[in-house]
């Protein structure tokens, strides 16, 4: 019967695709008409009119063919005319659709490849989301054949807007310039990939990673000891028994519910499944640390397997430099298909001159069908395919930092998914900073909303990513390095103070140390990591609040939580033997008792303790006195108690002392908690986002500044710097006279040249010791090279040479210095000597002398 249903499936699914590719007398209206029926346009794509667009503006490369671009659409035709008489039975190749100049185009000269100056786009994954966030998709026209217009990369990142066709092309050519070894591809997917439906696809961001099974290891049974008798009850295994076959009969009505939940998530059954034409990037290995081929969607940025069963067919690829028509079979789809492009027997190459290699071995019998195959063709078709591919028509690809920035087309971008519904802005759109957010949903229909995940950019309160569970109501909130109190994360589920909470900081931000303090009405419990006092764990539990009492001068925390105990754990202390060394340390505040653990010593199974029980306040004003009654000790493998009162005195006194410490480090932790809330209440009323001073379109602050600066450069025009006056140290010697006689100006003049001269005569002999210097360490270098030439390894001595060169050049460079400067010293001594015959100030004195 289940056999006959299935026939009556096929049967009926035949029907269906009979009816939808009904024989008629004109084929161009069969693809109409299921371009009409069958093209799933999603709800936010718009129309567009590409006929409206300018191409006044643009290069003449695009309105028309050099020579090599003419001869090479030539060959194109006649490799085209070839393959559809061996092939009749397929499709035409997509070869040269038209530009939007109305110009043909080979298809492997619309490849710009393109690096462009953005870190994220230097990887795949980075140039795939951002060709699908910022383009907006278009369906193809008919989704039976290629569209007959191929537009240039420049073009459609200036429209943002595209078929798969013009996706790929851009992302390939990205993807080359970053160095990978990418293809357009030409092929058939399913109807959910090229119609971007990705309704029935679980979130990339919720899938969850692939267990890698663990290798359990044979041991060898030879020298294995032979096991017990198994004394295990008969009974209990039978209950047992039960039990599991209880939990097997709910798990299989589980697993039939979730079957009739899948058969309602299924799509429906596509009459063209097999003949959606789709276009998508193929990469394959060997360039930038590729292991493996795989595919690229570029509606959706995602990778995938090339035996992906979404792809059904591949009809040819294409780079920058060839095109490949693939020869193999793709009943099975993408599964079976070898992508070794050198390999002529599966991929039939365009033009003969590539720079890839032949990576499979042919045998005899392909040998001779090659060699036949290459006897049979002419010698201008073989001239022809020699032919090299001429420089891509397209002007240079250009992404300006603020198109980059705002990714989607007008800043905003939605993605339904299976249960889910990602929303994604542009940085600074939003004013809280809000770039992406999460939606998931309790059913298909999207109506009960489950969690909501948020993420966040340029925060000033470095919030990154907040999650909002509506079932528990409990709220999540993750901050990045940098925030003021060292926040890292924050679960709650109310801002009131003294709800249940939970604090994770950045430890090495703080100096207590503090990891995670978790909050309720009645506890709290923090966690500390690498602290002096080897403390871990401090857990302080609180009373219930009495009734509150206002009192005139009286504390502002008289009504705070009264704690009833603290307890302390700490890590091993190696530097103390094990029974000195306090492992766990409780104060029990209404039973004025403090309870010692120690550190297990070495082999023993007990560890030492200690009770200690605080004298009631009229036992204290009576006597001070420590007695016997008010401590009791256990000390691990000795039966002797301690005698020596006064040692556990002391220790009373210093543990009552640490008491009070740690009840004003609790008090303070109640009030950071108080302060943190306040703090992130102001932060979310009034939130402030970052903008990096090189942001010079956003930095209003240093917009203003570099405005201030300019207005006060036009204000007081900078002069140009006047020279320092050489004569003023010896004028003021003698008192800056206004008139001087011809003994002082000639005094003055001679000092002035002296004074030079002594100058350059000292700076002449510091560049000559140093000269001497180096050549005296380089003689000292090279004896002890010719002493011990003999004991040096080759990693020694290439060391020497390259400090003996580096000492060499120094020599040079010094010895140069101290030419030159013997060279220019009588030049600059007539020139001073010059000058001060023109000056005004001398002029009148030295003019005569």
């Known amino acids: 019967m289940e056999v006959l249903e299935e026939n009556d499936e096929e049967e009926q699914r035949e029907e269906e695709l009979m009816k939808a590719l009904e024989i008629s007398d004109e084929p161009h209206n069969i693809e109409t008409k299921l371009s009409v029926d069958q093209v799933f346009v999603p709800s936010d794509v718009s129309d567009f009119?590409?006929?409206?667009?300018d191409i006044s503006q643009l290069p003449s490369s695009y309105k028309t063919n050099s020579p090599r671009e003419k001869k090479l659409l030539r060959i194109a035709d006649h490799y085209l005319q070839q393959y559809t008489h061996l092939c009749p039975d397929r499709k035409p190749l997509f070869l040269y659709p038209v530009n939007e100049c109305g110009i043909k185009k080979f298809v492997s000269t619309t490849v710009r490849p393109t690096l462009l100056p953005y870190t994220e786009l230097y990887h795949w994954d980075g140039c795939a989301s951002f060709v699908c966030d910022y383009l907006t998709m278009e369906p193809l026209k008919s989704p039976l054949i290629p569209p007959s217009l191929l537009y240039s990369p420049t073009t459609i990142l200036k429209y943002q807007r595209g078929n798969c066709f013009d996706f790929s092309v851009l992302l390939c050519s990205m993807l080359i310039g970053a160095g990978y070894d990418a293809y357009c591809v030409n092929g058939y997917a399913t109807h959910d990939i090229c119609s971007l439906d990705e309704t029935l696809e679980v979130c990339p961001l919720l899938r969850k990673p692939q267990e890698v099974p663990k290798e359990i290891m044979k041991k060898s049974?030879?020298?294995?000891?032979?096991?017990?008798?198994?004394?295990?009850?008969?009974?209990?295994?039978?209950?047992?028994?039960?039990?599991?076959?209880?939990?097997?009969?709910?798990?299989?009505?589980?697993?039939?519910?979730?079957?009739?939940?899948?058969?309602?998530?299924?799509?429906?059954?596509?009459?063209?499944?097999?003949?959606?034409?789709?276009?998508?990037?193929?990469?394959?290995?060997?360039?930038?640390?590729?292991?493996?081929?795989?595919?690229?969607?570029?509606?959706?940025?995602?990778?995938?397997?090339?035996?992906?069963?979404?792809?059904?067919g591949i009809e040819s690829v294409w780079n920058h430099k060839n095109y490949w028509v693939n020869m193999q079979d793709c009943r099975n789809g993408c599964k079976d298909l070898i992508f070794d492009l050198g390999d002529t027997v599966r991929w039939e190459i365009m033009l003969s001159e590539t720079d890839k290699p032949l990576q499979v071995l042919l045998d005899a019998e392909e040998e001779n069908e090659l060699f036949d195959r290459n006897m049979d063709d002419t010698e201008e078709e073989e001239k022809d395919t020699s032919f090299?591919?001429?420089?891509?028509?397209?002007?240079?690809?250009?992404?300006?930092?603020?198109?980059?920035?705002?990714?989607?087309?007008?800043?905003?971008?939605?993605?339904?998914?299976?249960?889910?519904?990602?929303?994604?802005?542009?940085?600074?759109?939003?004013?809280?900073?809000?770039?992406?957010?999460?939606?998931?949903?309790?059913?298909?229909?999207?109506?009960?909303?489950?969690?909501?995940?948020?993420?966040?950019?340029?925060?000033?309160?470095?919030?990154?990513?907040?999650?909002?569970?509506?079932?528990?109501?409990?709220?999540?909130?993750?901050?990045?390095?940098?925030?003021?109190?060292?926040?890292?994360?924050?679960?709650?589920?109310?801002?009131?103070?003294?709800?249940?909470?939970?604090?994770?900081?950045?430890?090495?931000?703080?100096?207590?140390?503090?990891?995670?303090?978790?909050?309720?009405?009645s506890e709290i419990k923090e966690y500390?990591?690498?602290?002096?006092?080897?403390?871990?764990?401090?857990?302080?539990?609180?009373?219930?609040?009495?009734?509150?009492?206002?009192?005139?001068?009286?504390?502002?925390?008289?009504?705070?939580?009264?704690?009833?105990?603290?307890?302390?754990?700490?890590?091993?202390?190696?530097?103390?033997?094990?029974?000195?060394?306090?492992?766990?340390?409780?104060?029990?505040?209404t039973e004025e008792m403090i309870h010692l653990t120690y550190h297990l010593k070495d082999k023993y199974i007990t560890a030492s303790k200690k009770d200690f029980f605080k004298p009631t306040e009229n036992y204290r004003k009576q006597s001070e006195i420590m007695t016997p009654e008010m401590c009791i000790t256990y000390q691990a493998g000795s039966s002797v108690k301690d005698k020596k009162l006064l040692h556990l005195y002391k220790l009373l006194q210093e543990l009552t002392e640490e008491e009070k410490q740690l009840k004003q480090q609790v008090r303070q932790s109640e009030a950071e908690v108080l302060n943190i809330l306040k703090i992130r209440e102001n932060e979310e009323a009034d939130i402030k986002l970052t903008v990096s001073i090189y942001n010079t379109e956003r930095n209003e602050k240093r917009k203003q500044q570099y405005e201030a600066t300019n207005a006060m450069e036009d204000e007081f025009p900078v002069h140009e710097e006047q020279d320092l006056d050489y004569l003023a140290p010896f004028l003021i010697q003698i008192g800056h006279p206004e008139k001087m006689t011809k003994g002082q100006v000639l005094r003055l003049r001679d000092d002035c040249l002296t004074d030079f001269k002594n100058r350059l005569i000292a700076k002449a002999n510091i560049i000559?010791?140093?000269?001497?210097?180096?050549?005296?360490?380089?003689?000292?270098?090279?004896?002890?090279?010719?002493?011990?030439?003999?004991?040096?390894?080759?990693?020694?001595?290439?060391?020497?040479?390259?400090?003996?060169?580096?000492t060499m050049f120094r020599i040079h460079i010094v010895a140069l210095r101290l030419n030159r400067e013997k060279q220019t010293a009588p030049q600059k001594y007539l020139a001073l000597e010059e000058k001060l015959r023109k000056d005004p100030r001398l002029a009148v004195h030295l003019s005569h002398a």
């Open 49 to 53: 009119d590409w006929s409206s667009i």
């Open 221 to 312: 049974n030879k020298y294995r000891v032979k096991s017990s008798p198994d004394m295990q009850s008969k009974f209990e295994l039978q209950q047992e028994a039960k039990k599991k076959a209880e939990t097997e009969a709910t798990h299989k009505n589980e697993e039939r519910g979730e079957e009739k939940v899948m058969e309602v998530e299924k799509p429906t059954h596509d009459p063209l499944y097999g003949l959606r034409v789709h276009a998508w990037v193929l990469v394959l290995s060997g360039k930038r640390e590729v292991p493996e081929p795989f595919f690229i969607n570029p509606f959706t940025g995602n990778s995938h397997s090339t035996m992906d069963e979404h792809f059904l």
């Open 388 to 521: 090299a591919m001429p420089p891509s028509w397209v002007a240079p690809i250009q992404i300006s930092p603020r198109e980059f920035e705002t990714r989607c087309s007008q800043g905003k971008k939605v993605i339904l998914y299976k249960k889910a519904k990602l929303e994604k802005w542009a940085p600074y759109l939003n004013r809280n900073g809000l770039v992406k957010r999460l939606t998931v949903y309790a059913d298909l229909g999207c109506t009960e909303v489950v969690e909501v995940r948020e993420w966040f950019k340029n925060r000033e309160d470095m919030l990154d990513m907040r999650e909002l569970n509506k079932q528990t109501q409990l709220t999540t909130e993750y901050f990045s390095p940098g925030h003021l109190l060292g926040l890292k994360v924050h679960i709650y589920k109310s801002m009131e103070p003294e709800t249940e909470r939970v604090m994770e900081f950045y430890n090495e931000a703080r100096v207590d140390g503090l990891q995670k303090r978790a909050e309720n009405a």
């Open 528 to 589: 500390f990591v690498g602290r002096d006092d080897f403390k871990y764990f401090q857990h302080t539990e609180f009373g219930k609040r009495g009734k509150k009492i206002s009192v005139a001068g009286a504390r502002t925390d008289i009504n705070s939580r009264p704690i009833v105990q603290m307890k302390e754990c700490f890590h091993r202390n190696l530097e103390k033997p094990a029974d000195e060394d306090v492992a766990e340390r409780v104060f029990l505040i």
């Open 768 to 806: 000559q010791a140093r000269f001497e210097k180096e050549v005296e360490e380089l003689k000292k270098k090279n004896q002890q090279f010719q002493e011990n030439q003999s004991q040096l390894s080759r990693e020694e001595e290439a060391v020497f040479l390259a400090d003996y060169s580096e």
